[in-house]
């Protein structure tokens, strides 16, 4: 299973493609993707994003869902989606707590 | 210290400009992210895990008060109340937005300051010893010729697409504390028989995926000839340096393929062609350029303080700040002071808006307005009366930057690592963060005494771990955070490169791994004179190899 992840261009925020090709914040809101078919989709629509200036660098990604909830399979990808792990106080995270 | 000239001024102000408007027409979608990353990294904006980030250069790590608190307004304003002191002697910032870039360059300017040639397949910022202009072991400050060598380097037309980046370090002492032999050049001041400065040459040292320690190619290259003969090397490379694989196009593979001999042969023809031309250095322009760094009028003083003498005997912390981070200073009665950017448990290399403005105010106050970024991610005081330095540690201990742990296990580089860097396969500073607690009390890292470690988070090796007298390469297994140790690094005047001691560790054995190789340095060193370096150079690695993963 994947999601399609990319930085907004105006500020760098990490960002994955949603329904309706939106982007949002949480990793938790991402459309998942099965298969080649609908991979290549989801980086279509990615990449008329990056067209458009709306975000840079898309790529996909491995996620699982763990308990119902989209999980990265890979620590890079999990340290992308939460912040650094040494500063819990900035990224993500952060803004998870008062969520 | 130098002072930007109306050419300086306008040509950063002219590229503040540019960048402006590419922003503007990266935004109108006039450019693609294809044609504006070239751009962007031209200016030292890299996009990373997170978010941007925007690389700042120090030129040889000196910098003024006034610069230390604009750069503290950026992490304030634009950024997230931090930066980050690089091995390059520059500063990060992690956070900017690409919209407010332009600003930050503009604010940047008004203190001498910009982010050109901190990225891309250029002359990168050119660093220093981090106490030039005050050590007491120095032959001469290197700084002119730093500046010197920025001046003919920055937007050098011919220069500014060579094959791969181009780092340049040089050391007027004979200590090197710049690391100059695992530099694409490195310059080592010198003098020759009748007493004139000039400099040893190395060409083609590295660290990366293929560390090399650069090679002699002069034992003495006149003063006059620096930029004749940079500009003679640069020119090889440019012309036979390997364009079809980035990752053997840095200058030490073509030396390394084509011979050091064949390779100083073309480099004396090249130098030949140039050497009485426009790039012979005058007398009076580098007498010029050198009054600019003259240094503050300093007073010969008694060269012990009994204000420190008698502190150091009631306060143990004080006694240990004395004792490692204080360097010898060529005036008596002065000091460089190394302010301690590695808290105990702390992020190497991080400082907050608030530490900048002490660190501004302390230079302002008691450093005659100078400060300086160490390679290895410190900040130093360079001309502090010994008679200050009470009143500087009260400063820096309420702003936590007062352990006295330079040179010693706590006092770890450290690069990005995954927390950060698009290009990391590990993470790198929470290791530093357990080594340093793991030793972190003040008995125990004076007990071990000098010793090196630096961490990368991936084999570009930005945290210099090739170097370390103990290196940790993180590195991903599996899928899992994986971290490969080397010993007997070093990068100073007897630079060598570190050796794989076996297997690697995971992230949860690593630290353990660390301590069995202290606990066996300590059980085998001849006295406490004999650094872990010197040590693993006397007995070799078996030991370490056995404490680490059993007899053979």
Known sequence: MKVITANRLLNGDVVWLGENGSWVERITLARTFDGKDQVAEGL????????????????EMDVTLEDGVIVPVRLRERIRAAGPTTHPQFGKQAQAVSA | ??????????????????????????????????????????NGLYLQLHAYML?????????????????????????KGYGHFTTRQNIQFNWPKLEDTPK???????????????SGNCIRNVTADHFAGAAADEIADPRPYAEILRQ?????????????????????????????QVHDIGLQLTRNDDGEIGFVVYVGGGLGRTPMIGRKVRDYLPEEDLLAYSEAILRVYNRYGRRDNKYKARIKILVHE???????????AEFEKIRYGVLRLPDEEVRRIEAYFAPPPLEVGPSASEAVEAR?????AFAQFLAHNLNPHRVPGYTSVTLSMKPIGGIPGDASDAQMEVIADLAEQYGHDELRISHEQNVILPHVKLDDVPAIYDRLAAAEIAEGNAGLITDIIACPGMDYCALATARSIPVAQ???????????????GELKIKISGCINACGHHHVGHIGILGLEKKGEEFYQVTLGGSANENASIGEIVGRGFSSEEVIDAIEKLVDTYLDLRSGKEETFLDAYRRVGEAPFKEALYGAA
């Open chain 1, 44 to 59: 279509a629509i990615g990449q008329e994003a990056e067209k458009n200036q709306e975000v840079v660098s898309v790529y």
């Open chain 2, 1 to 42: 210290m130098y002072r930007y000239d109306e050419f300086d001024a306008s040509f950063v102000n002219q590229r503040t400009e540019q960048f402006k408007d590419q922003v503007r027409r990266r935004l109108a979608g006039e450019l693609s992210e294809d044609e504006f990353k070239p751009l962007r990294l031209m």
């Open chain 2, 55 to 79: 690389r700042v250069a120090i030129p040889y790590g000196t910098l003024n008060g006034r610069q230390m608190r604009k750069l503290a307004h950026i992490a304030r304003t634009y950024d």
């Open chain 2, 104 to 118: 930050i360059l503009e604010e940047l300017a008004e203190v001498e300051m910009h982010a050109i040639q901190t």
């Open chain 2, 152 to 180: 003919w380097s920055s937007l050098h037309p011919e220069f500014s697409f060579l094959p791969r980046k181009f780092k340049i370090a040089i050391t007027g002492a004979p200590n090197d504390r710049a690391a100059v």
């Open chain 2, 258 to 268: 084509t011979g050091l001999e064949e390779l100083k042969a073309d480099i004396e």
């Open chain 2, 312 to 316: 150091r005997n009631a306060d143990a």
């Open chain 2, 434 to 448: 357990r080594i340093s607690e793991r030793f972190g009390t003040a008995e125990r890292q004076a007990e071990i």
